[in-house]
């Protein structure tokens, strides 16, 4: 019997997960008498960064009582590590299944629903989970239930401003990600960069495969900022138009066309599922945004970014350029220059930016 050194009570059943920072165990709880998952970090030396995700994660978890996700018990220290531990949802992550199986259109659209309004109490309670792909949820098939996991990077925020980041250090699964949860949108994340990482997984869910399938992380961003995803007919001929056009409006590129709810996607998910007639199925019909929000377009700017732009467009062909943005404080200037950044990607460019006095 292994059981872990200053925790005596938990017998080690089975490793789960051993990532380059994240280490989760079935084991069996003699205090409880039951089977838990432990989730530890497997940093050797204490890491201020991982460990503050299990302790968030345990706090998240803890105010929480939504169905299709496991709740957080306790949380214990080992060797000044936080061991959280977590009840035990039955069943495999959603890649491991679709890697031996097909689903079929009824359960895609049973699972969607379920997917939707877990997603509509996560953002209820103010809650992105910013990381929403198949390795992070659970399929029980007996039942056909799931459960969402993973809240170590969850924000309890209305929205996160993310800044441009190194493609190694972003928080989320690159294959899923949204655009503007890259940094490179000039964009704040909200409860719309969940919607599209969950359509990103519908495309999954029916094609059996993640719509990018670059392993460059740089191609990967390039792809979710720049690239239409292919049609899912492409790889299957049975789903209908309906769907189709949900995974549009999810993974659309401005978070101002995609569904700005999930109660709105729910709705549609269940036109879908009593085999609403694709000519009459318009997406959206019922989706209300939930809370005041201000578009985060720039306005008034079109001449001196159209300036920027072609500044950039001639420097890319080989021409050095320098352009100085100057004006008085709080006038938009950081914006404007980080509105540059689509373009920059686009062309798989680099942006720096700075300011001073």
């Known amino acids: 019997m292994k059981t ?80 959280l531990v977590l009840e035990n949802a039955q069943g495999i992550t959603l890649s491991k299944y679709l890697g031996d199986n097909e689903l079929a259109v009824d359960t895609f659209l049973d699972l969607a629903i379920q997917l939707g309004e877990t997603l509509a109490e ?67 994340t909200d409860n719309r960069t969940d919607l599209y990482s969950l359509g990103i997984t519908f495309f999954h869910m029916l094609a059996n495969q993640p719509p990018f399938g670059s392993k460059d992380p740089l191609e990967l961003i390039h792809a979710h900022i720049t690239q239409e995803l292919p ?41 879908c599922k009593a085999g609403i007639e694709n000519g009459e199925f318009v997406p959206g019909e019922r989706d209300v945004e939930m809370r005041f929000r201000i578009p985060e377009k720039l306005y008034g700017r079109s001449r001196e970014l159209a300036i920027l732009d072609h500044a950039f467009e001639q420097s890319s062909k080989g021409e050095n350029i320098l352009l100085l943005v100057g004006g008085a ?25 700075g300011k001073f006095d």
């Open 4 to 83: 872990l050194e200053h925790l005596p009570q938990f017998e080690i059943l089975d490793t789960l997960h051993h990532g380059e920072s994240t280490l989760i165990h079935k084991v069996y709880d003699s205090t409880l008498q039951k089977e838990v998952i432990l989730k530890t970090t497997t940093s050797k030396s204490y890491n201020i960064k991982e460990v503050a995700r299990i302790k968030s994660e345990f706090q998240l978890l803890s105010k929480l009582n939504i169905p299709n996700v496991r709740k957080a018990i306790n949380l214990h220290t080992q060797n000044e590590l936080p061991v």
């Open 122 to 188: 996560f953002h209820a309670n103010n809650i992105i989970h910013k990381d929403i792909n198949p390795n992070n949820i659970i399929y029980n098939p007996g039942n056909q239930q799931v459960n969402i996991i993973d809240f170590g990077i969850s924000s309890q925020l209305h929205y996160d401003r993310l800044n441009t980041y190194n493609s190694n250090q972003l928080e989320g699964t690159l294959p899923y990600i949204s655009p503007e949860q890259t940094g490179r949108m000039n964009r704040a």
């Open 231 to 271: 049609r899912i007919k492409t790889f299957r001929i049975d789903v209908p138009n309906s769907i189709q056009k949900i995974i549009d409006k999810l993974t659309s590129k401005n978070v101002e066309a995609r569904y700005q709810s999930a109660i709105g996607l729910v709705h549609d998910l269940k036109k």
């Open 329 to 353: 404080a709080g006038t938009g200037k950081s914006v404007l220059v980080r509105e540059l950044q689509k373009s920059v990607v686009a062309k798989k460019g680099f942006f720096i930016s």
